[in-house]
């Protein structure tokens, strides 16, 4: 049983910095992940953003924005 893919964007909303999805077709991950957030239409998970591992590319990083009131 395969896990939904919007699953992956509350599981990186719910972590503290976000988490790390590992395939054989990141760019067509990515996708998937792109077409269920605008399904969706929730707007706290413009909080993600999606970025490909600059380190080995199997593995596709949901990441955490910071809040624009949160200093740096």
Do not use: N
């Not at 909303?13 to 067509?28: F, K, N, Q, R």
């Not at 591992?53 to 949160?70: A, C, G, H, Q």
Request: one cysteine or more; hydrophobic letters at 40%.
């Amino acid at each position: 049983m395969s896990v939904p893919v919007l699953h992956h964007w509350y599981s990186a909303l719910s972590s503290p910095y976000g988490i790390e999805l590992i395939s054989s077709d990141v760019e067509a991950l990515r996708q998937r992940l792109y077409a269920a957030r605008r399904e969706a239409q929730d707007t706290d998970l413009e909080q993600i953003a999606l970025c490909i591992s600059p380190f080995d590319p199997m593995r596709l990083w949901l990441v955490k924005r910071k809040p624009p009131d949160e200093k740096t």
